[in-house]
C-alpha cells in the first residue's frame, strides 16, 4: 500500500515517476498509533511538500495498478522478456551471467545459494480485508485521511486509505479466532463495527497473511544472487518491505551494470549484501519495535504502555540508516547515506542531470578542471553541504554518497583511487 519518497526516487530513475504518480496518491499525514480510547500514543511524520528526494515522502497505491504501470514499463526494452504465468521449477547452469531471484519468501533461488536463515522473532498472522468504500457514505466521509494503527489490546488493527473509495484494514487474528472463518463477512463486519459495515462498502478481497521478521545471511554465490523478500521479510508496521526490495534493486543495479558492461571485478558484487543487510535491518528492527506497541493484548501491559506515552505525543521519522561497509569511504554518515534531490537552476531534479552514473555535486571551485568521467554539478547541494560542513560530495549511481571532500586534494584523492570497481574511464587520468 505505501512506499516513500526514495522509493519514488528508484521509479524516476527508471524513467517511470511521471507515470506512477498517476496511479498513486501521496499523503503528508503520517501514521497515527491510538490507543482503545482514540488517544494517540506515536505519529511517524508526514512531510508537507516535496521532500527530501524531490517527491512527497509517503505515497500510497493498490498493487495490480502499480504493477501494471511497471510491466507497461518494461516493454520499452526490446531485450526484456516476460513469462507470465511460469513456475522455475530448478535452477542450474546457466546461459546467463547473473540471475536476480526475486522470488519472495519461499525462494527457490535461496534454496540453491543455501542462505542462513535468520529468525528475528516476529511470526503473527493477520487477517487483510480491501474495501471498495461508498463515498456518499456519512461514515466513509468521516474516516480519516492518515493511516492508523489501533493499539487496542481487545483487536489490534491497521486501517490505511489505499486512494480513490479504496481502504485497507488490517486486522490481528487474536487466541481462538478460527483463520479459515475470518474471510467469511459474518465475521470480520462485526470487528470492523467502530468505522463501518456492510451498507457503507463492498468488499473486494479478504485473506489471511503471516507476518514475519526474518533476515537471511548469504544473497550472492557465484552467478545467484537475491532480492526482496527472498532475503529479507518484515512486517508492514512501517509500509517498508517493499521498499526495502527496490532499495536492493537500486543498490544492484548498477554494480551489475558495471561488472557487465564494464567488465569491473564481480567482487563489487559482494559488497550488495555486505550494504544493504545492515539498512534493511534497521527498518525491521524498528517495524518489530513497533509491532510490540501494536500488537500488545495483555490489558495491563497495554495500560502501563499508555502511560508510557501520557507526557505527549512521541514523534519519530523513518529511519535513514548507514550502508554496511562496501563500495564507500570507510567514514562516519552521511557517507553510505542518500544524498538529497533538490531542483537544479533550470527546474530539472538533479537525478535527471546524472542518469546511470557517478556524480560530483561541490562546490564550483573545487570541480573546475577535474579530471574525471562522473557528472560535475558545480554549486549543486550547496545548502546541504554548508550543513555537512564539506565542500564536495561524490555521489554512486544510486545516490548514495561514497565520499565526501573538504578540499581539493581530498577531493582528487577520493576520485582518483576510491573507486576500484568502477568504470576505468571514471577514473582520474592525470
Ligand atoms: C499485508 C501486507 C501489507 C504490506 N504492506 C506493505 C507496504 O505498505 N509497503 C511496503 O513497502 N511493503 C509492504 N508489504 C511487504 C511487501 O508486500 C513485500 O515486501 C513485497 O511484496 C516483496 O516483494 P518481492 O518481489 O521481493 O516478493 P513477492 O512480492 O513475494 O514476489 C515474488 C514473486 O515471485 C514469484 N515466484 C516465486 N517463486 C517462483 C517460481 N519458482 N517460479 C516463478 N515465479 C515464482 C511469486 O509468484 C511472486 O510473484 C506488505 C506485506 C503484507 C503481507
Known amino acids: 500500500m505505501h512506499f516513500d ?12 515517476a511521471d507515470k506512477v504518480a498517476t496511479v498513486v496518491r501521496s499523503s503528508s499525514r503520517g501514521m497515527h498509533f491510538v490507543n482503545g480510547e482514540g488517544r494517540t500514543l506515536m505519529i511517524r511524520r508526514g512531510i508537507d511538500g516535496p521532500g527530501p528526494h524531490g517527491w512527497a515522502g509517503n505515497w500510497y497505491f493498490h498493487q495490480p495498478i502499480l504493477e501494471g504501470v511497471l510491466r507497461e ?29 526475486c522470488d519472495g519468501a519461499r525462494s527457490l533461488v535461496r534454496q540453491a545459494i543455501g542462505s542462513k536463515h535468520i529468525d528475528l522473532g516476529l511470526h503473527q498472522p493477520w487477517l487483510v480485508v480491501d474495501l471498495l468504500c461508498d463515498p456518499d457514505s456519512p461514515r466513509t466521509k468521516a474516516l480519516p485521511d492518515y493511516t492508523v494503527q489501533l493499539c487496542d489490546p481487545a483487536r489490534p488493527m491497521t486501517v490505511v486509505n489505499v486512494g480513490g473509495d479504496r481502504r485497507r484494514w488490517e486486522i490481528m487474528l487474536m487466541p481462538g479466532d478460527d483463520p479459515a472463518r475470518l474471510t467469511d463477512p459474518g465475521v470480520f463486519w462485526p470487528m470492523m463495527a467502530r468505522w463501518l459495515g456492510p451498507d457503507d462498502a463492498q468488499l473486494e478481497r479478504a485473506a489471511v497473511y503471516t507476518f514475519h521478521s526474518v533476515v537471511q545471511e548469504g544473497w550472492r554465490k557465484g552467478h545467484l544472487l ?33 561488472v557487465v558492461r564494464d567488465g569491473a571485478s564481480d ?40 502511560r508510557r506515552f501520557e507526557a505527549g505525543v512521541e514523534m519519530f521519522d523513518f529511519p535513514q ?37 557517478f556524480a560530483i555535486v561541490g562546490e564550483a571551485r573545487m570541480l573546475d578542471g577535474l579530471q574525471t568521467d562522473a557528472v560535475l554539478l558545480p554549486d549543486v547541494g550547496r545548502d546541504w553541504l554548508a550543513r555537512h560542513e564539506v565542500r564536495a560530495a ?34 582520474r587520468t592525470t
Open 226 to 258: 537475491l532480492a526482496g523478500d527472498a532475503c529479507h521479510q518484515t512486517p508492514p508496521f512501517l509500509g517498508q518491505g517493499m521498499c526495502a526490495g527496490m532499495r536492493d534493486a537500486a543498490n544492484l543495479a548498477w554494480k551489475l551494470a558495471v
Open 394 to 427: 561524490i555521489l554512486r549511481p544510486d545516490r548514495y554518497i561514497h565520499a565526501l571532500a573538504c578540499d581539493r586534494q581530498e577531493l582528487e584523492m577520493a576520485t582518483g583511487a576510491a573507486i576500484p570497481w568502477a568504470r576505468p574511464r571514471w577514473r
Open 5 to 16: 519518497g526514495e522509493v519514488m526516487r528508484i521509479f524516476q530513475s527508471a524513467g517511470l
Open 73 to 101: 514499463g518494461l516493454k520499452r526494452f526490446a531485450n526484456v522478456r516476460m513469462h507470465l504465468g511460469h513456475d522455475v521449477a530448478s535452477v542450474d547452469d546457466l546461459d546467463a551471467r547473473y540471475v536476480v531471484g
Open 267 to 306: 567482487a563489487l558484487l559482494d559488497t550488495y549484501e555486505s550494504e544493504r543487510l545492515p539498512h534493511v535491518r534497521t527498518f525491521i528492527d524498528l517495524a518489530v519495535k513497533l509491532g510490540a506497541v501494536l500488537q500488545e493484548t495483555d490489558w495491563t501491559a497495554a495500560a502501563h504502555r499508555d
Open 321 to 357: 540508516p548507514q550502508l554496511g561497509p562496501g563500495c564507500r569511504f570507510d567514514a562516519p554518515p552521511p557517507v553510505g547515506t542518500i544524498f538529497p534531490q533538490p531542483r537544479l537552476a533550470d527546474g530539472r531534479l538533479m537525478d535527471e542531470a546524472i542518469g546511470q552514473r
